[in-house]
């Protein structure tokens, strides 16, 4: 699917994430490499050693969720926009995701937006908790939103406007 359409499986996306009880423990980087291309910034950005050297550069990134403490160093250095952070400990019925934006404008904190899934499609609104503009440091700006617990798997951008 992912080949034709742009779009990852959901066996793939599941594949991607924590388990169940390492995400109710705290934040961890959710790595949605699909493809064997020659790359690794996320390696070298990862000063924990949760993402694994790899054998060969066009290796599909590992992580080790035991050892990230979602610190999200490895969202801003993917140039494929690959990686997020998740937290589902922000709150009882929310989780927060940390994601790369590279839109303009950016949101602003305390903005209500549209949270997509990987396709576009709205998903649920979320709140923009966060913004990170690192631009300044050649970086992409991170956003910290918080999502409905039940669409945390689904949301992978935000909409803004009509």
Do not use: W
């Not at 949605?32 to 690794?40: A, G, K, L, V």
């Not at 950005?45 to 610190?71: S, T, V, Y």
Request: net charge negative; with cysteine.
């Amino acid at each position: 699917m992912l080949a034709s359409t742009g779009v990852p499986t959901r066996v793939d996306i599941e594949k991607a994430f924590p388990n169940e009880v390492r995400m109710n423990q705290g934040a961890a980087a959710v790595i949605e490499c699909f493809q064997n291309i020659p790359c690794n910034p996320c390696y070298t950005a990862c000063n924990r050693n949760a993402i694994k050297e790899f054998q060969d550069i066009n290796d599909l990134p590992l992580i080790d969720h035991e050892q990230c403490n979602g610190c999200g160093l490895c969202i801003s250095k993917c140039p494929g926009l690959a990686i997020m952070v998740v937290d589902m400990t922000y709150s009882e019925h929310e989780g927060l995701l940390k994601i790369p934006y590279e839109f303009i404008p950016l949101p602003v904190e305390g903005d209500i937006v549209r949270g997509l899934d990987r396709s576009g499609k709205h998903m649920c609104d979320v709140k923009v908790v966060k913004v990170l503009n690192t631009k300044y440091l050649d970086r992409t700006p991170i956003i910290s939103i918080a999502v409905p617990k039940e669409y945390i798997h689904n949301v992978r951008n935000i909409g803004m406007g009509d």
